[in-house]
């Protein structure tokens, strides 16, 4: 049973085009949730942290929403560079539990 | 945010030979670090977990004779592929963790692109 589910698998914009991410967990008790990007061949870049629903976060292009069912990544007049693999990650509970990610979002921005 | 430096990027190994990989922290100790594999256009897999000084947690699946995961020190941990095959070509990405216990915020390294010819 999937426990991070991300939507769309794929999207492709316009330079200018914004858009959101999607990103759905079903673990209780939530200890924050996780979004990095990752580009080709490179290894998770971290963007942002939440912890509680109604925080937001932003950073440049990005902001970030939570809920208690799921997460929101804001993407407002994206430009090409924005292109990558968008991920959102959720801990377990147990300790030392590392994070559990879902397939992430290949967003691709057209000049 | 905190450095986590992988080598190599990419290594080419034969069938049959092992190939080790290196997952350091450069300004932070991780008490835990945690080793990934990611399949092409999927999702990034937990193999195991490892804490300094004591024997790493395997996940379901992921075989502890071949895969031997080494965390000697709170900046270093390594990763050897046994006697290589095909399948197990991959990208393989460690991520540290600076407060240990429950993860609260991983920082990846850059990723090693293994190809077993």
């Known amino acids: 049973e999937d426990q991070v589910t991300q939507s769309p698998e794929a999207l492709r914009l316009q330079e200018g085009e914004s858009s959101s991410l999607n990103c759905s967990y079903t673990?209780?008790?939530?200890?924050?949730l996780f979004w990095y990007r990752q580009d080709p061949g490179k290894g998770p870049e971290f963007l942002f942290t939440?912890?509680?629903a109604g925080e937001e976060k932003e950073k440049e292009r990005l902001k970030a929403t939570l809920t208690k069912k799921e997460s929101f990544l804001h993407i407002t007049a994206p430009k090409p560079e924005d292109s990558a693999t968008y991920l959102c990650?959720?801990?377990?509970?147990?300790?030392?539990?590392?994070?559990?990610f879902g397939k992430g979002t290949r967003l691709s921005v057209i000049a | 945010g905190a450095v986590v430096s992988q080598h190599p990027s990419w290594v080419i190994c034969k069938s049959g030979t092992s190939v080790k990989i290196e997952c350091r922290s450069l300004?932070?100790?991780?008490?835990?670090m945690f080793w990934y594999r990611q399949f092409p256009k999927q999702s990034l897999m937990l193999m195991a977990t490892?804490?300094?000084?004591?024997?790493?947690?395997?996940e379901q699946g992921v075989e502890k004779d071949k895969f031997l995961i080494n965390h000697a020190s709170l900046t270093l941990s390594t990763l050897t592929v046994t006697s290589a095959h095909p399948e197990d070509s991959s990208f393989y990405i460690c991520a540290g963790s600076p407060t240990g216990g429950l993860n609260t915020e991983a920082f990846f390294g850059q990723g090693t692109r293994l190809t077993v010819v």
């Open positions: 939440l912890y509680s």
């Open positions: 490892s804490n300094e000084g004591s024997k790493a947690t395997y």
């Open positions: 300004d932070f100790q991780a008490t835990t």
């Open positions: 990650a959720v801990p377990l509970l147990q300790e030392n539990t590392p994070l559990v």
């Open positions: 673990v209780s008790g939530l200890r924050g």
